[in-house]
């Protein structure tokens, strides 16, 4: 289990670490006024801009978590802000890339991987546009107390070191208890148990988005893992385990329960299950 849980820590940090600069940059160098410009009023087209611009941060389900605070902080509406956490962690060019090598240079498994993740996350966001019309934000009030930090490019290289190291220790506590738990899972939960009833058509799919959920890969790394079940589990459910991973986990279940409200963390856990499960289904006839 202390293997497991260093190995976990060794392989999220260095992302984690990622993510609270770029949290940081954002703080100090991005405001209210370019979002606006950036994000459409449209609620479809704010969902969609939004899901593609995850694809421009290499930061995996892990860092992705702070980045979205502080944008929501700066104004992005929930909806969009959740479309770029899915996807960020999922279709930036260093997982899809993986993805492709782990799998014997297949784009058949990227085109799938990248596509399924971009419309979960389309039809989740343009869902919580409607089911909730306020942030939920667990302390909105906390994620302003380094607004005014810093003056001048000095000051604000200054603000956005500090504000990445609050974030870091922030957030750290929550990645360490979840790789404990991931950990601990992994050592005393069997694979075996979870395989030998992965084999119907449609429970393999279920099996394989709990064995990512409590793997707890960071998705730079986790196509190397779902490739070595190419010979036991279908295509379709190495695809649910490759998107349902990236988007939940241990590890950052309890680090979206730091950031957001916890009715709504369930209620996107709940969402995302079911859109990668149907999603998956609907790969497995194509």
């Known amino acids: 289990m202390n ?11 260095p992302f984690v670490l990622l993510g609270v600069i770029i949290s940081g940059v954002i703080q100090m160098f991005i405001t209210e006024e370019m979002i606006a410009k950036v994000i459409p009023k449209n609620r479809f087209l704010a969902v969609l801009s939004a899901t593609i611009i995850g694809a421009l941060f290499p930061a995996c389900e892990c860092g992705i978590v702070p980045i979205t605070r502080r944008l929501m902080a700066k104004g992005v509406p929930l909806h969009a802000a959740i479309g770029f956490m899915l996807t960020g962690p999922i279709i930036n060019p260093i997982v899809l890339f993986s993805t492709y090598i782990a799998f014997g240079n297949s784009w058949r498994m990227v085109l799938y991987r990248g596509g399924l993740s971009f419309v979960v996350a389309l039809i989740i966001g343009f869902i919580l546009s409607y089911q909730f019309k306020d942030s939920q934000l667990r302390d909105e ?18 603000g956005t070191l500090q504000h990445s190291i609050d974030e870091f220790f922030s957030v750290g506590k929550f990645l360490i208890l979840g790789a404990f738990i991931a950990a601990a899972m992994q050592t005393f939960l069997k694979t075996s148990t979870l395989t030998a009833i992965g084999h119907g ?18 998705s730079e790394a986790d196509a190397f893992i779902a490739a070595s079940f190419q010979s036991t589990f279908s295509l379709n459910s190495l695809v649910a385990f490759l998107v349902f991973g990236a988007m939940f986990d241990i590890k950052n279940t309890l680090m979206m329960l730091s950031a957001f409200k916890s009715k709504f963390v369930l209620y996107l856990f709940i969402y995302v299950s079911i859109f990668v499960f149907l999603g998956s289904v609907v790969i497995g006839f194509l």
């Open 3 to 13: 293997t497991i849980f260093i190995s976990i820590l060794i392989e999220s940090l």
């Open 141 to 158: 009030a906390h994620d302003h107390h380094h607004h005014d930090h810093g003056h001048g490019f000095i000051g604000k290289i200054k």
């Open 201 to 218: 058509d449609y429970s393999s799919n279920i099996v394989m988005m709990a064995l990512a959920y409590i793997l707890s890969l960071c």
